[in-house]
């Protein structure tokens, strides 16, 4: 098996068992896989003009942390990457996201669905997701 199927399997089945462990933290980092759990969460409340700032850990769940509001957030996650970028293949993985969402890396769109002027729009059921990020806009530091 190469290298880089290798890789993938691993990274794949990390996946595949990480939700069935109940989202333990496994006991030794999988070789390949960069876990992103600090983000910078900005919130818009419906009916509120003024957006909070604030550093969270992942996973965000808005039904818990923000029960029975309505509004919008923007995650942001930096991370470094440029040795991401010389490992051949790299994809973002979110084990559950619902309605509307959007996803950039480096200011570039890589995936979106629903409508995000409209809260509840687009309901998805909160399904995983599973983006590519294209080797040439992974940088030394990058904001997904």
Known sequence: MSGVARHWLLAWLWVLAW?????????????????????????????????????????????????????WARVRLRF???????????????????????????GVLLAEHGELREPNHGWTGRRPLWVRLPAPLLHAHNVL
Do not use: C, M
């Open 19 to 71: 939700p069935l462990a109940g989202q333990a933290q496994p006991a030794v980092p999988v070789d390949g896989v960069l876990e992103l759990r600090e983000a910078e969460l900005t919130v818009r409340l419906r009916g509120l003009v003024q957006p909070t700032v604030s550093q969270v850990q992942l996973p965000l769940h808005w039904d818990v942390a923000l029960r029975r509001k309505s509004g």
């Open 80 to 106: 470094d990457g440029d040795a991401l970028a010389r490992e051949g293949q790299q994809a973002l993985f979110i084990e559950r996201i619902g309605n509307a969402y959007r996803v950039s890396l480096n």
